[in-house]
């Protein structure tokens, strides 16, 4: 395991997207502030733009400089509580939309004002996630646009430099629950 994490830290240091277990589908992985490697993504999955990728840390701590809760705490609806109490599910399938910050590249967030943010509960990848740049990756799961995210297509494996198999019963093998916080409502979109 320690050649493989060696490997795949090198990779996502030289900008190269790999396919990474999580703890619910395989995510595809990059750096997040790097233009080539996210263009990379949306080629490898053949996503569009206008679809965001999210971003995922190795804890609360490496990832609120992305997000934007000042907007939430200034207005009369009081949702920083229900925000440190989704924060405690962590780590774990939960991705949380939240105001976006400055701290995020353009490039990954084309005219959103939102990202998604999540810390996943599988050891290789956080072990990653704490050796990356600022101890952040961009993500978006490992398959092909419009086909099944529960495994990865044999087109995508062949495209990456590294696709890292998991462990039996490591993933739960469905996607995360998405929960979305404006200044004005708290959403369940998923």
């Known amino acids: ?43 490898l999955k053949k996503r569009a733009r206008k679809k965001p990728l999210i971003l995922l840390g190795y804890s609360w ?9 000042e907007t939430l705490h200034a207005t009369s609806v009081p949702h920083a509580t229900p925000l440190r109490q989704l924060i405690k599910q962590w780590p774990g399938p939960l991705t949380i939309i939240l105001p976006v910050s400055k701290a995020v ?16 509960n599988n050891k290789f990848l956080l072990k990653l996630l704490k050796q990356s740049p600022e101890q952040v990756l961009a ?28 462990k039996k019963s490591e993933m739960s093998l469905k996607p995360s629950k998405i929960i979305q916080i404006t200044n004005k409502s708290i959403k369940v979109l998923r």
């Open 1 to 43: 395991m320690k050649i493989l994490s060696k490997k795949a830290f090198n990779l996502i240091l030289n900008n190269e997207p790999i396919i990474v277990p999580t703890d619910t589908v395989y995510g595809l992985v990059c750096r997040y502030d790097s233009k080539e490697a996210v263009k990379k993504i949306y080629k």
């Open 61 to 69: 701590q490496a990832l609120k400089k992305f997000v934007c809760i």
């Open 105 to 120: 590249p353009k490039f990954l967030n084309k005219d959103f004002k939102t990202i998604g943010v999540r810390v996943p």
């Open 139 to 166: 993500s978006t799961s490992a398959n092909i646009s419009g086909k099944s995210d529960r495994i990865p297509q044999k087109e995508l494996i062949k495209k990456v430099k590294l696709f890292i198999k998991a």
